[in-house]
């Protein structure tokens, strides 16, 4: 029955309204229009600061944890994402604060941007328009215009890819264009394998959408790079599937959370473990993950290993996100749910409005 869901076209129709499933086909399309628009865009000079602080919540936010993650072995600037109201107490003059919101009035975004304000920092904002397009406007501040018309989730690559290439052109790291040259070239061939007309047989993402189905996703990354991926999946399938998944990262979970796995057989055996792993892993961390599955093969559901693919890091990066954005969107299909509406969220952000 699986199968025929997620290889018949009608149902596809039928259950995702909003398209959300092209969006994903389209990540690489998005990810080169994101960067030719963004070596184009007028950048404002800025003097090299001392820390980078980049606010933003949920979709807005995911770009600037793949970014500092991404670059953290490399870039001599501290660089912290901020989901929250207020800026860390180090913030000021040599700080720059960028905001990423892409509605332009995401309330906590708004709040720490207007905080730098007062802090004398340097600002920068990437936006569709909203409140923080018109802040921007009256601060004299620039504001990178993002493309409208998609869930903040499905504009990943909008938000993210001009974010390097800033950070590229104002010097703040390593020349990025064959990074970025590579990953628009795996992740076309990652969407190859993984689109809607690539039946279940031979389509990962599928195959595994269907051991998720029924059970708790609980994703492990590496601490090094896999952190923000394994984030990123977890919220996939919170938004998209509208499911509960739970992420951690590897070596702190095995000082605390690997006992939590002696909980009752009617917990854990509702549990699908998602090994998210890469080249690049800490040598004993790859060891870790080794040891670590024989031990919880015996209690969860299953185990599945999935290992990063390409050549540079940052290819190796989304070539899992791209995998599980797939999956997310597979496993709506699966449970029935329209992968676009998020109810919950919007009946909360009345209910802050009133």
């Known amino acids: 029955m699986a199968r025929q869901v997620l290889d018949n076209s009608k149902i596809l ?6 398209n959300m499933l092209s969006c994903v086909e389209d990540f690489s399309a998005h990810w080169r229009d994101a960067a030719d628009r963004a070596k184009k865009f007028r950048l404002p000079k800025i003097e090299r600061p001392d820390n980078i602080v980049i606010c933003g919540m949920g979709g807005s936010a995911i770009g600037g944890d793949i970014l500092r993650s991404y670059l953290q072995l490399e870039t001599k600037i501290p660089i912290e994402v901020v989901r929250n109201y207020r800026l860390p107490g180090y913030v000021g003059k040599n700080s720059l604060v960028i905001a990423s919101s892409y509605s332009g009035n995401t309330e906590e975004s708004l709040a720490a941007f207007t905080e730098a304000r007062r802090r004398q920092a340097q ?6 328009g909203g409140n923080l397009t018109a802040i921007c406007k009256r601060d004299r501040v620039a504001c990178f215009p993002l493309v409208p018309g998609f869930q903040p989730r499905a504009a990943l690559a909008h938000g993210f890819v001009p974010l390097l290439v800033f950070f590229d052109r104002w010097r703040f790291t390593a020349k990025q264009s064959a990074a970025i ?25 599928k195959k ?20 923000p991926v394994a984030q990123r999946w977890q919220a ?18 095995n000082h605390n959370e690997i006992l939590g796995w002696d909980a009752p057989d009617e917990i854990v055996t509702r549990c699908h473990l998602l090994f998210l792993q890469d080249e690049d892993d800490h040598p004993q961390t790859a060891r870790r993950f080794s040891i670590m599955a024989p031990i919880l093969k015996k209690k969860v559901d299953g185990i599945t290993k ?14 899992l996100i791209i995998l599980g954005d797939f ?23 009345q209910k802050l409005a009133k």
């Open 181 to 205: 040259k590579e990953t628009a070239d795996i992740l076309d061939k990652c969407i190859q394998q993984y689109r809607f007309a690539s039946k279940t047989g031979r389509n990962p993402a």
């Open 13 to 18: 129709k039928a259950i995702d309204s909003q």
């Open 236 to 253: 996939q399938i919170n938004e998209n599937a509208k499911t509960l998944a739970h992420t951690n990262v590897l070596p702190e979970m």
């Open 208 to 227: 595994i959408a269907q051991k998720l189905l029924h059970q708790l996703p609980v994703i492990y990354g590496a601490q090094d790079h896999m952190q």
């Open 123 to 128: 600002r920068f904002a990437l936006s569709t």
């Open 306 to 319: 999935v290992n990063s693919k390409g050549k540079g890091l940052l290819a190796r990066m989304f070539s």
């Open 327 to 349: 999956i997310s969107v597979y496993l709506a299909l699966l449970q029935d749910h329209d992968p676009t509406p998020i109810p919950a969220i919007n009946t909360l952000k």
